[in-house]
């Protein structure tokens, strides 16, 4: 069964690249564009988030947030993606309880590679 991971980014380019990539990789792909629709669709338990912290509404913190205080959304994994490179930023995802942190530009290996080492920590957890 192939695994589901849902990109929120308002970046239209962005979210079609990382979409086609994981797409390509056998990955089920679900998409936002700004939080609301996120927390909407993490509804549909994906096994992964990648979160974008700069977006209109409701930034990426604050879906970070609401998604952790939900007993039912808490246990997804959560990779933030952002260009928001500082050390501050990075340590506040972390806080906030994201799995990873990864500053744009990203290169695509290197993504595929920390999505697939943060669904195999979540498997291990499981287990």
């Known amino acids: 069964m192939s695994k ?3 990109i929120v980014d308002d970046e239209k380019d962005i979210l079609e690249m990382l979409k086609y990539n994981l797409e390509k990789e056998g990955y089920k792909v679900l998409t936002a564009r700004d939080g609301k629709k996120a927390l909407e669709q993490a509804k549909q338990m994906p ?3 990648l979160l974008d912290v700069m977006m ?4 990426g913190w ?5 998604l952790k205080r939900d007993a039912k959304t808490a246990g997804i994994p959560v990779i933030f993606l952002t260009a928001k490179g500082t050390e501050f930023d990075e340590v506040l995802g972390l806080e906030l309880g994201a799995d ?3 500053v744009k ?3 695509v290996r290197t993504l595929l590679a920390r999505v697939k080492t943060s669904l195999r920590r979540r498997e291990v957890k499981n287990d």
């Open 56 to 59: 209109t509404e409701m930034d």
């Open 105 to 107: 530009p990203i290169a």
């Open 47 to 49: 096994n992964l988030i």
């Open 62 to 66: 604050e879906v970070c947030k609401q």
């Open 4 to 6: 589901t991971i849902l």
């Open 100 to 102: 990873d942190y990864i």
